[in-house]
């Protein structure tokens, strides 16, 4: 059974960091291209960062310079290094695959504000 389990969301104020960790299990993580999720109120969701399998990474224009994205192949977790956070990226984010093929776990909410 595939679960993803997201954590690490919290309240910071504008130009502060935070670092979100995803746990998966029941895939075969190290040969998957994954990614990062986040939707905001009343938006719909959409691809914040990916990573493939051999550590390619894209990320979406909005964060690009301010988010990085890793993985832990031994752990099977992925992780979204966020910095500089502004009041906009406040979301719920949720880890998938590059293509969400799997069902979403609960996320974990990240609020920006001061």
């Known amino acids: 059974q595939v679960q993803l389990v997201e954590s690490g969301g919290g309240l910071v104020q504008p130009g502060g960091s935070l670092t979100l960790s995803c746990a998966t299990a029941g895939i075969t993580f190290s040969l998957r291209a994954m990614g990062w999720y986040r939707q905001a109120p009343g938006k719909q969701r959409e691809l914040v960062a990916s990573?493939?399998?051999?550590?390619?990474?894209n990320y979406a224009d909005s964060v690009r310079g301010r988010f990085t994205i890793s993985r832990d192949n031994a752990k099977n977790t992925l992780f979204l290094q966020m910095n500089s956070l502004r009041p906009d990226d406040t979301a719920v984010y949720y880890c998938n695959g590059a293509r969400p093929i799997y069902s979403w776990g609960q996320g974990t909410q990240v609020t920006v504000s001061s």
């Open positions: 990573i493939f399998a051999g550590g390619t990474t």
